[in-house]
């Protein structure tokens, strides 16, 4: 993926300070993880800066007690997971093939 140039004309601080005279919460996630960025930080690290809040957005949605999952998704095991093909075993027996 291609790298996206970044503003020239704010660096992070101004950007922080943008965030917080902003009302708008997803504004303001933006002009963080903007200002992450221009620190050199990683998406990652953007992502953990920016969790918190976003949660909070979301229960203040939801009403008072209602339970909230969060799931997260470990990409490098989506699709096919194979088995150990060859395994000792007696002849006439079938070997088990544990699962992660």
């Given at each position: 993926?291609?790298?996206?140039?970044?503003?020239?004309?704010?660096?992070?601080?101004?950007?922080?300070?943008?965030?917080?005279?902003?009302?708008?919460?997803?504004?303001?996630?933006?002009?963080?993880?903007?200002?992450?960025?221009?620190?050199?930080?990683?998406?990652?690290?953007?992502?953990?800066?920016?969790?918190?809040?976003?949660?909070?957005?979301?229960?203040?949605?939801?009403?008072?007690?209602?339970?909230?999952e969060?799931?997260?998704?470990?990409?490098?095991?989506?699709?096919?997971?194979?088995?150990?093909?060859?395994?000792?075993?007696?002849?006439?027996?079938?070997p088990?093939?544990?699962?992660?």
């Amino acid at each position: 993926m291609a790298a996206i140039a970044l503003l020239e004309g704010y660096d992070a601080a101004e950007l922080r300070a943008l965030a917080r005279r902003s009302n708008d919460a997803r504004q303001v996630r933006r002009l963080l993880a903007l200002a992450a960025a221009y620190d050199g930080a990683r998406r990652g690290e953007a992502f953990k800066a920016n969790f918190p809040p976003r949660i909070q957005e979301i229960r203040d949605h939801l009403p008072a007690g209602t339970p909230l999952e969060i799931w997260f998704d470990d990409e490098a095991r989506i699709g096919q997971k194979n088995k150990i093909t060859r395994r000792w075993a007696r002849r006439g027996t079938r070997p088990s093939a544990p699962k992660d």
